[in-house]
């Protein structure tokens, strides 16, 4: 059995490394480490390590692989959206190994070659580097919805932190129905596949025999964007798990139908994805296909029946003025959300833009908190517009001073501002739920 070390920059379960470890289980041995890397390295001996990156880790990844070369040869494969996306990080002098999409099959066929010392540049979905050649291998065909494993908590059993984490990560599907722009998943091209209803449910007891769980997270891209299968998955949940839930969903989707539905089966927050106020941005820049009619519609029915909501939204937008700013504002001033996220707009790999910015944005200064790409000369009143955002929303008559606030260069002040709102916001304050 070959074992495989996972190193993440994340202090808490990864779900896709739960699930690569629950498919890899039974025929290799796998570990994870966060932060002890070269003393875990040294503890398991393990022949190969793997890395899950997302585009904000680069600058971790680059100077983990570095710190991991220095001390051992042992080769590493990098996994995730970001290689996943962008695989030209292949030609980074400490990376051997980069998995295009899916992880599960790859690995397995790599961990079994490397068991039988075979050669392993052929493995399919694999971009490999054998001495100073790069062997890309065309993608394998993904996992069917019955394929797709049941993820387990059990490979973090040494991390009592995580263990004793009440929340539970849950997916229920893979990829999207929908092409947005600024997604990465606009590059992909296979239909999104739903895990039968019994399989989570099995999950969600099966790790809950190895920690308490007292809520559950659905990370779906979009959880629910099959009708006949949500109300029938909500009425499963309700008599086998029936805890408290928080998932994603598209203004679109709203009816009281639903919201009725997922109220009754235990959800306590979702998330939409309302981007910007402005429409001609959100359609035919980013994609959304989604008015304000229907935003301001659906937040009606949520506010109804009493379902706390959040909503998603983005500034620097791609010719984005000050005035579509405020319009950012003032619509989650009218819809009234429970919660709000702000974000700059920011050309991941994958995305419709990143071509046209990737050498001005991909780099080892990467942050989400900073803008990495200006369109318009507003670019640094609405960087502080996104700062403060948060706060105004919760308390609107903050409104009135902004046009002043946004002139001051107080800008590290904001930035410390926004990244205590992103903790409260983001943290365990929103997702307890309760």
């Given at each position: 059995?070959?074992?495989?070390?996972?190193?993440?920059?994340?202090?808490?379960?990864?779900?896709?490394?739960?699930?690569?470890?629950?498919?890899?289980?039974?025929?290799?041995?796998?570990?994870?480490?966060?932060?002890?890397?070269?003393?875990?390295?040294?503890?398991?001996?393990?022949?190969?390590?793997?890395?899950?990156?997302?585009?904000?880790?680069?600058?971790?990844?680059?100077?983990?692989?570095?710190?991991?070369?220095?001390?051992?040869?042992?080769?590493?494969i990098v996994g995730g959206?970001?290689?996943?996306?962008?695989?030209?990080?292949?030609?980074?002098?400490n990376i051997d190994m980069?998995?295009?999409?899916?992880?599960?099959?790859?690995?397995?066929?790599?961990?079994?070659?490397?068991?039988?010392?075979?050669?392993?540049?052929?493995?399919?979905?694999?971009?490999?580097?054998?001495?100073?050649?790069?062997?890309?291998?065309?993608?394998?065909?993904?996992?069917?919805?019955?394929?797709?494993?049941?993820?387990?908590?059990?490979?973090?059993?040494?991390?009592?932190?995580?263990?004793?984490?009440?929340?539970?990560?849950?997916?229920?599907?893979?990829?999207?129905?929908?092409?947005?722009?600024?997604?990465?998943?606009?590059?992909?091209?296979?239909?999104?596949?739903?895990?039968?209803?019994?399989?989570?449910?099995?999950?969600?007891?099966?790790?809950?025999?190895?920690?308490?769980?007292?809520?559950?997270?659905?990370?779906?891209?979009?959880?629910?964007?099959?009708?006949?299968?949500?109300?029938?998955?909500?009425?499963?949940?309700?008599?086998?798990?029936?805890?408290?839930?928080?998932?994603?969903?598209?203004?679109?989707?709203?009816?009281?139908?639903?919201?009725?539905?997922?109220?009754?089966?235990?959800?306590?927050?979702?998330?939409?994805?309302?981007?910007?106020?402005?429409?001609?941005?959100?359609?035919?820049?980013?994609?959304?296909?989604?008015?304000?009619?229907?935003?301001?519609?659906?937040?009606?029915?949520?506010?109804?029946?009493?379902?706390?909501?959040?909503?998603?939204?983005?500034?620097?937008?791609?010719?984005?003025?000050?005035?579509?700013?405020?319009?950012?504002?003032?619509?989650?001033?009218?819809?009234?959300?429970?919660?709000?996220?702000?974000?700059?707009?920011?050309?991941?790999?994958?995305?419709?833009?990143?071509?046209?910015?990737?050498?001005?944005?991909?780099?080892?200064?990467?942050?989400?908190?900073?803008?990495?790409?200006?369109?318009?000369?507003?670019?640094?009143?609405?960087?502080?517009?996104?700062?403060?955002?948060?706060?105004?929303?919760k308390f609107p008559r903050?409104?009135?001073?902004?046009?002043?606030?946004?002139?001051?260069?107080?800008?590290?002040?904001?930035?410390?501002?926004?990244?205590?709102?992103?903790?409260?916001?983001?943290?365990?304050?929103?997702?307890?739920?309760?």
């Open positions: 059995m070959s074992k495989i070390l996972f190193l993440q920059n994340f202090n808490r379960e990864l779900y896709g490394i739960m699930s690569l470890y629950s498919y890899l289980k039974n025929k290799h041995t796998c570990f994870v480490s966060i932060n002890s890397y070269l003393k875990d390295i040294k503890k398991f001996s393990p022949d190969i390590i793997g890395l899950y990156v997302t585009t904000k880790d680069q600058k971790w990844l680059f100077d983990i692989t570095k710190k991991i070369k220095n001390y051992t040869n042992l080769p590493i959206p970001h290689p996943t996306h962008y695989p030209d990080l292949i030609n980074s002098p980069v998995c295009v999409g899916e992880g599960e099959k790859p690995l397995l066929n790599l961990l079994d070659k490397i068991d039988k010392k075979q050669c392993k540049s052929d493995i399919l979905s694999l971009w490999v580097k054998e001495k100073n050649t790069i062997f890309k291998n065309k993608p394998d065909t993904l996992l069917n919805d019955y394929e797709i494993p049941k993820a387990d908590i059990r490979i973090y059993e040494r991390y009592k932190h995580i263990i004793k984490r009440k929340a539970l990560s849950v997916s229920t599907s893979r990829g999207c129905t929908y092409k947005c722009s600024f997604c990465a998943n606009y590059s992909t091209s296979f239909n999104p596949r739903i895990r039968p209803a019994e399989s989570i449910i099995s999950e969600i007891l099966y790790n809950s025999k190895y920690k308490k769980v007292n809520f559950i997270e659905f990370h779906d891209e979009i959880f629910g964007f099959n009708k006949n299968y949500i109300f029938n998955f909500l009425k499963l949940y309700k008599e086998k798990i029936n805890i408290p839930f928080y998932c994603l969903l598209r203004f679109e989707f709203i009816n009281e139908e639903l919201v009725v539905a997922l109220k009754e089966s235990g959800c306590v927050l979702v998330g939409l994805g309302l981007e910007t106020g402005n429409e001609k941005i959100r359609n035919k820049i980013l994609g959304k296909k989604l008015t304000n009619s229907q935003i301001i519609k659906a937040a009606g029915i949520l506010n109804k029946l009493e379902m706390k909501f959040h909503t998603f939204n983005m500034f620097c937008l791609p010719n984005e003025t000050l005035k579509e700013a405020y319009e950012t504002l003032n619509l989650n001033l009218q819809i009234k959300p429970t919660y709000t996220f702000s974000s700059v707009f920011q050309p991941y790999p994958g995305t419709k833009f990143f071509k046209e910015a990737k050498n001005k944005v991909i780099n080892t200064n990467f942050n989400r908190f900073t803008v990495n790409f200006s369109y318009t000369s507003d670019f640094l009143k609405i960087y502080r517009i996104q700062k403060l955002f948060v706060f105004v929303v903050l409104k009135y001073f902004l046009p002043f606030l946004i002139n001051l260069p107080f800008d590290k002040l904001y930035d410390s501002l926004c990244r205590l709102s992103w903790y409260f916001t983001h943290g365990r304050k929103t997702f307890k739920g309760v």
